[in-house]
C-alpha cells in the first residue's frame, strides 16, 4: 500500500478482495450490499436533531436524555442493538461543548450520519484539544469571552453528542420545524443553533 | 513510543479545511470498503480494537500519505493475513476473474 | 522494572464500579505502552477528576491481540483542565478512561 494508488487501482483491489471473499465463503455480495444500504439508510443528523427537538420542548425528556442518553434515544427509537453508550452534554448561555475523537474517528454514526471529512482530519483532531477557541473560530463559532468550554475526546466506549442552546424568538415552533433548525455542526459543537 | 494516530495536541496540521463533502463517499469503493469493515466485524473475524491497531500500526509516512479508506483497505488486508483468511499476497495475484 | 508488554498488560483492575467515585482525583498511567491504547500520549501521566463511571468494557489494550482473554473494566470520564495538559488554556478535556490506566492521586504523594 502507498498513497499514489489512483482511484481506479484501489477500486480493482477492492473488488479482487470482495470477490476472495465470496469465493471463500467469508462473505457474499450480497452481505456486503445489506451492510451498506443500512449504514447509508440508518444514520442521519436529522436522527440527533428530533432529539435535540424534544428535549427543547419536553423538560422531563431532557432531564432523561442528559441522565441516560442511551435510553432516552432509544424512546425515540434510535440506537437499539447499538452495544455503544451515548452522552448527550449540553450548552447553557455560559458553556460549550465540543466532540472529538483524537485517536480515530469515534463518532454518533446513527444520530448524526456519516462523519466529515474534517471530523477525521489530522488538522481538527490534533487542534481541538488543544485550542478549541482557535478552531471554534475557523468554523465561524465566536464564543463571548469567558464562556467555559469542554472538549470531549471519546476514547472509548461511550459517543457524544451535543444539546445545543435553544435559540430565542423559537417559542411558536412546534417540534419538527425546531428539528429542522438543527444543524450537524450544532450536535457536534462546532456550531450553534 | 506513541503511534502516528496519536495526533492530540500535534503541531503543524494546518487550518481545518470546513468544506462539505457532497457526498459521504468520494468512490464507491470507500463504500464497498466500509462494508467490507462494518461486515467483517459484525461476522466475528476481528474486532474493533485489532482493527484500529492494524491502522496505528502502519509506518507514519504510510498512514499520512493515504487517505482515511486508504487505510481502513490496509488494516482490512492485514487482518485477513493475519487470520489466515487471505493467503500472504494473495490480492496480488492476478485472478482470472479480473480480466 | 523494566517496561514491556508483559508488564503493561499486568496492570491491576478491581472491576469495582465505585473505586474512583465521582469527585475523586487520579493520576493517569505514566508509560508508553509498547501496544495498542485508548490512553492518549497527550493525557499521559496527568493528574485529572473523575466525573462519573462510564460503565464496563473488555480494556483495548488486550482486546486488540484478538484472543478472546480481554479482561473487563470500568471505564470512567476524567476531566481535565487545559492547564495541566498544555500548560495554557482556559479549558477543560473530558476523556474516557479504563481503570487500569488510572491510580489515586492522593494528597500525601504529591
Keep these: 500500500?502507498?498513497?499514489?494508488?489512483s482511484d481506479a487501482t484501489i477500486a480493482q483491489?477492492?473488488?479482487?478482495?470482495e470477490t476472495l471473499l465470496e469465493e471463500?465463503?467469508?462473505?457474499s455480495g450480497a452481505q456486503l450490499d445489506e451492510t451498506i444500504d443500512a449504514y447509508l439508510s440508518g444514520a442521519s443528523p436529522a436522527n440527533g436533531a428530533r432529539v435535540v427537538a424534544r428535549a427543547w420542548t419536553d423538560p422531563d425528556y431532557r432531564s432523561r436524555l442528559l441522565a441516560d442518553g442511551t435510553a432516552a434515544v432509544r424512546e425515540l427509537g434510535f440506537m437499539e442493538g447499538s452495544y455503544q453508550r451515548l452522552r448527550v452534554v449540553e450548552n447553557t448561555p455560559?458553556?460549550?461543548?465540543?466532540?472529538?475523537?483524537?485517536?480515530?474517528s469515534c463518532y454518533p454514526l446513527r444520530l448524526l450520519g456519516p462523519s466529515p471529512s474534517w471530523y477525521k482530519s489530522e488538522a481538527y483532531r490534533s487542534r481541538v484539544v488543544r485550542e478549541p477557541r482557535a478552531v471554534l473560530a475557523e468554523f465561524g463559532l465566536d464564543l463571548r469571552a469567558g464562556t467555559e468550554i469542554t472538549v470531549w475526546d471519546s476514547s472509548a466506549e461511550t459517543r457524544y453528542m451535543v444539546l445545543p442552546c435553544r435559540p430565542e424568538g423559537t417559542q411558536g415552533l412546534g417540534e419538527e420545524q425546531l428539528a429542522a433548525l438543527v444543524t450537524r455542526?450544532?450536535?457536534i459543537g462546532t456550531a450553534a443553533v | 513510543m506513541a503511534r502516528i494516530n496519536d495526533v492530540g495536541g500535534t503541531e503543524g496540521f494546518g487550518a481545518v479545511d470546513i468544506t462539505e463533502d457532497p457526498e459521504p463517499f468520494h468512490a464507491d469503493w470507500e463504500a464497498r470498503v466500509m462494508g467490507l469493515v462494518n461486515a467483517l466485524g459484525a461476522k466475528g473475524i476481528f474486532n474493533t480494537n485489532e482493527f484500529r491497531?492494524?491502522?496505528?500500526?502502519?509506518?507514519?509516512?504510510?498512514?499520512?500519505?493515504?487517505?482515511?479508506?486508504?487505510?481502513?483497505?490496509?488494516?482490512?488486508?492485514?487482518?485477513?493475513?493475519?487470520?489466515?483468511?487471505?493467503?500472504?499476497?494473495?490480492?496480488?495475484?492476478?485472478?482470472?476473474?479480473?480480466? | 522494572m523494566s517496561w514491556n508488554r508483559v508488564s503493561s498488560m499486568n496492570r491491576v483492575s478491581s472491576m469495582a464500579e465505585d473505586r474512583f467515585p465521582p469527585g475523586t482525583r487520579v493520576r493517569t498511567f505514566r508509560h508508553d505502552p509498547p501496544h495498542h491504547t485508548r490512553l492518549p500520549r497527550y493525557a499521559r501521566g496527568k493528574r485529572g477528576v473523575v466525573v462519573e463511571p462510564e460503565g464496563p468494557a473488555e480494556l483495548a489494550d488486550v482486546s486488540a491481540l484478538g484472543d478472546g482473554h480481554a479482561p473487563v473494566e470500568q471505564i470512567y470520564a476524567v476531566r481535565f483542565d487545559a492547564r495541566d495538559l498544555w500548560g495554557e488554556g482556559d479549558h477543560h478535556v473530558v476523556l474516557d478512561l479504563w481503570e487500569s490506566y488510572l491510580e489515586e492521586d492522593r494528597a500525601d504523594e504529591r
Excluded at chain 1, 24 to 27: A, Q, R, S, T
Excluded at chain 2, 61 to 72: Q, V
Aim: aromatic share 6%; proline share 5%; with cysteine.
Design chain 1, 94 to 104: 455560559g458553556t460549550h461543548n465540543v466532540i472529538v475523537c483524537t485517536l480515530c
Design chain 1, 13 to 17: 483491489r477492492v473488488r479482487r478482495l
Design chain 2, 53 to 99: 491497531d492494524a491502522i496505528e500500526s502502519m509506518p507514519p509516512r504510510e498512514y499520512l500519505s493515504t487517505s482515511y479508506y486508504e487505510r481502513w483497505f490496509h488494516a482490512v488486508c492485514v487482518l485477513l493475513e493475519r487470520k489466515g483468511v487471505l493467503e500472504p499476497g494473495e490480492l496480488d495475484e492476478p485472478g482470472e476473474l479480473d480480466g
Design chain 1, 185 to 187: 455542526n450544532a450536535l
Design chain 1, 1 to 5: 500500500m502507498s498513497g499514489d494508488h
Design chain 1, 24 to 27: 471463500k465463503g467469508v462473505l
